[in-house]
């Protein structure tokens, strides 16, 4: 049987291995990676309570900071603070602001 420090350690190897194997975060969205994202937000839990142990906490920071390389980029990347996204769709026009009244009649069809 294993101790809980073992079981510990263990996944905390597995989720080491899952970063560099995938190059990316467990996700919640996958049900078989589902223990490694419930172990790591549990120990955060326990971090930021101040009940973490030491020796764990040395650990799991060094795991947090190995996580952090790989931190969920969006669709849109950025160069000098601008969007790419931007760029690439065309420069359309501002509508202008409908007067007083001419919204509703658009829905009422009058």
Same mark, same amino acid.
């Given at each position: 049987?294993?101790?809980?420090?073992? $079981?510990? !350690? +263990? +996944?905390?190897? !597995? @989720?080491?291995?899952?970063?560099?194997?995938?190059?990316?975060?467990?996700?919640?969205y996958q049900p078989e990676e589902r223990d490694l994202v419930n172990w790591a937000?549990?120990? $955060?839990?326990? *971090?930021?309570?101040? /009940?973490?142990?030491?020796? $764990?906490?040395?650990?799991?920071?060094?795991? *947090?900071? =190995?996580? /952090?390389? @790989?931190?969920? *980029?969006?669709?849109?990347? @950025?160069?000098?603070?601008? #969007?790419?996204?931007?760029?690439?769709?065309?420069?359309?026009?501002?509508?202008?602001?409908?007067?007083?009244? =001419?919204? #509703? $009649?658009?829905? %009422?069809? %009058?």
């Amino acid at each position: 049987m294993m101790t809980h420090e073992q $079981r510990w !350690m +263990m +996944m905390w190897q !597995m @989720y080491m291995d899952f970063l560099h194997n995938n190059k990316r975060r467990p996700s919640k969205y996958q049900p078989e990676e589902r223990d490694l994202v419930n172990w790591a937000k549990h120990n $955060r839990k326990l *971090v930021n309570k101040g /009940e973490l142990k030491d020796d $764990r906490k040395a650990r799991f920071d060094q795991l *947090v900071a =190995e996580a /952090e390389k @790989y931190q969920r *980029v969006n669709q849109h990347q @950025y160069i000098n603070g601008e #969007s790419t996204h931007e760029q690439a769709l065309p420069q359309q026009p501002h509508p202008q602001p409908l007067s007083k009244g =001419e919204g #509703s $009649r658009m829905l %009422c069809g %009058c």
